[in-house]
């Protein structure tokens, strides 16, 4: 066995141990719903020591990260019905990458990272069964995010999106993260200014484009 297989075992022992009788009182209260505040603050902890690309600081909000899944999967096991665990979660992702790299796993050729992006928003309609493009977004996201991901859903299907670089004017077209940034940053001034919510304004904007297009599959 691996170390690595070892250091995954011991963290689960640890995970058990923690919530087992006689173990620690808070940990054993925990619920998947108590621990949503977690998962998101160690979420925004590892953005942060990526955009600061301090190593150190992701390895620890790694495991802090990983630690949430094992906690996660440790509450699965208690469930009085359809228990899950560490195993089943681990399985069934390794599955999953299985199955949509068939340019990997399988015979498939592809020419780009595009058809590759392709090919898995295919394969996952296929495998859920989806009737409508949008399935599956959380739109109790918030308003950017549910933006970016609606317009990607769109257009990994074929949609016609808000604004393609063609529309652009040539002189946008070398747009920089930067200023792309500034950009955002001064419609977000302007809606401050007006009195106007940005967040309210753009979740509307989002779905009356998600009410625009064709969403069947």
């Known amino acids: ?124 309609n296929e495998e859920k069964q989806r009737r409508d493009i949008f399935d599956g977004v959380p739109l109790g996201q918030p308003a950017l995010s549910l933006a970016a991901k609606v317009v990607l859903r769109a257009k990994k299907n074929g949609r016609e999106i808000p604004m393609t670089v063609k529309d652009m004017d040539p002189a946008e077209q070398n747009l920089e993260v930067d200023e792309y940034g500034e950009a955002l940053l001064q419609l977000v001034s302007l809606g401050v200014a007006k009195g106007l919510d940005p967040e309210d304004a753009l979740r509307s904007a989002t779905r009356r484009y998600m009410d625009s297009v064709d969403r069947r599959i």
């Open 1 to 124: 066995m691996s170390e690595d297989v070892k250091a995954l075992d011991h963290l689960r022992d640890v995970m058990d141990r923690l919530r087992s009788p006689g173990g620690c009182p808070w940990d054993a209260e925990q619920s998947h719903s108590s621990l949503l505040t977690y998962l998101l603050e160690e979420s925004y902890e590892f953005i942060d020591a990526v955009e600061r690309d301090d190593r150190d600081a992701m390895v620890e909000e790694l495991g802090d990260l990983l630690l949430q899944v094992f906690f996660h999967a440790r509450i699965g096991q208690e469930r009085s019905d359809r228990k899950f665990d560490i195993d089943e979660v681990a399985n069934q992702v390794a599955a999953k990458l299985i199955s949509r790299h068939p340019h990997v796993f399988g015979d498939l050729k592809v020419n780009s990272s595009g058809e590759v992006l392709e090919n898995w928003e295919r394969i996952k």
